[in-house]
C-alpha cells in the first residue's frame, strides 16, 4: 500500500517561486511515470508535468518554461520547482502515477498572491 505526501506549498507572491516535493513510501518512480497535478476552487483535478521512468519531461502549456519536474528515486521523492508564479497557479498540488493507480494524498496548497 503505497502512500503518497506532499509538501512544500505556501503563499507567495506573483514572480515568487515555491519547490514542492512528494514523498513515496515504495520505490514507485522508477517503474512508473509520474505527475503533478493540480485542482483550483470549483475546476477539475489537470496534470501539470510528468516524467518517466527513464527520466523525460512533458508539461502542459501553461506552466512549460515555468515549472520542472525532477525526481530521486534513490530518495523515493518527487519534485516541482515552480518559479515566475502567477495568481492562475493556486490550486492543491498532488502527485499520482500516469494512470493514477495509488490513493490520492492530501495535496499541498499553493496560493499565489498579486
Known amino acids: 500500500h503505497v502512500q503518497l505526501v506532499e509538501s512544500g506549498g505556501g503563499l507567495v507572491q506573483a514572480g515568487g517561486s515555491l519547490r514542492l516535493s512528494c514523498a513515496a513510501s515504495?520505490?514507485?518512480?522508477?517503474?512508473?511515470?509520474m505527475g503533478w497535478y493540480r485542482q483550483a476552487p470549483g475546476k477539475q483535478r489537470e496534470l501539470v508535468a510528468r516524467?518517466?521512468?527513464?527520466?523525460?519531461?512533458n508539461y502542459a502549456d501553461s506552466v512549460k518554461g515555468r515549472f520542472t519536474i525532477s525526481k530521486d528515486n534513490a530518495k523515493n521523492t518527487l519534485y516541482l520547482q515552480m518559479n515566475s508564479l502567477q495568481p492562475e497557479d493556486t490550486a492543491v498540488y498532488y502527485c499520482?502515477?500516469?494512470?493514477?493507480?495509488?490513493?490520492w494524498g492530501q495535496g499541498t496548497q499553493v496560493t499565489v498572491t498579486t
Open positions: 499520482n502515477a500516469l494512470p493514477a493507480c495509488y490513493g
Open positions: 515504495g520505490s514507485i518512480f522508477s517503474i512508473n511515470t
Open positions: 516524467i518517466t521512468s527513464g527520466g523525460s519531461t
